[in-house]
């Protein structure tokens, strides 16, 4: 008797999805389009489960409220393995609440990924952060410079508008700053993204971003 076999993923995928502050409206048409081509989704809890579920199945994994170490180590080790195994069989989803890249449960699971399946491309789609959503909610127009914290120190700085970002960069260097990604046009043609110091221009624009980051 014949088998056949389907082909192994030559490009094992990660997409963490931002699904929005919790109104169904607000999730985006990336969000939405990757949730419907994934393969695997997964989330981390039930109010990400009741947006996904228009789109997909899903499943829940569990992420501790502890602060004990040993638990929170072994959760983290065990989904990890999880949501890699399935990455590395097809394009796999994990969709959570606001932003995958802000103050969020896939920031520390794609680290974590990372580290056991280092194959693995790991990339992720905006959504509404809970920034965005309570400036909306409580009618505040940031027209200025602002900090968020969660109480940790701060150890991040992200220009908007930055027209001189060389510049910049050795202005940041001086106060301790190491790491830099500058980009440009983000989401739209001509897009341009570099963390070499090296290729990051003296003149940006109106739609320039610096990051900076430091060891604290």
């Known amino acids: 008797m014949n088998e056949t076999f389907a082909p192994p993923n030559r490009n094992p995928a990660l997409i963490g999805i931002g699904l929005g502050p919790g109104d169904p409206k607000l999730l985006t048409l990336a969000a939405v389009e990757a949730l419907?081509?994934?393969?695997?989704?997964?989330?981390p809890g039930t109010l990400a489960a009741e947006l996904v579920a228009p789109y997909t199945d899903c499943e829940i994994l569990e992420f501790p409220?502890?602060?004990?170490?040993?638990?929170?180590?072994?959760?983290?080790?065990?989904?990890?393995?999880?949501?890699?195994?399935?990455?590395?069989?097809?394009?796999?989803?994990f969709a959570l609440i606001g932003d995958a890249?802000?103050?969020?449960?896939?920031?520390?699971?794609?680290?974590?990924?990372?580290?056991?399946?280092?194959?693995?491309?790991i990339t992720t789609i905006p959504g509404v952060s809970s920034i965005t959503a309570f400036a909306s909610k409580a009618g505040v127009a940031l027209?200025?410079?602002?900090?968020?914290t969660d109480s940790t120190p701060v150890s991040s700085k992200i220009i908007l508008k930055a027209n001189r970002?060389?510049?910049?960069v050795a202005e940041l260097k001086s106060e301790g700053y190491t790491d830099f990604v500058f980009a440009e046009r983000l989401f739209m043609d001509?897009?341009?993204v570099t963390n070499n110091t090296?290729?990051?221009?003296?003149?940006?624009n109106y739609f320039s971003i610096l990051y900076a980051r430091k060891m604290i």
């Open 36 to 43: 419907r081509d994934c393969d695997t989704v997964f989330v």
């Open 101 to 121: 890249n802000f103050f969020s449960t896939f920031t520390h699971l794609k680290q974590k990924v990372h580290q056991i399946y280092p194959d693995i491309e």
């Open 198 to 204: 090296d290729e990051i221009p003296e003149k940006g």
């Open 143 to 148: 027209e200025n410079s602002f900090v968020v």
């Open 165 to 168: 970002p060389a510049k910049m």
């Open 65 to 93: 409220m502890t602060k004990d170490l040993d638990v929170l180590n072994r959760h983290w080790q065990e989904n990890a393995q999880k949501v890699g195994q399935a990455a590395q069989k097809g394009k796999t989803g």
């Open 190 to 192: 001509g897009e341009y």
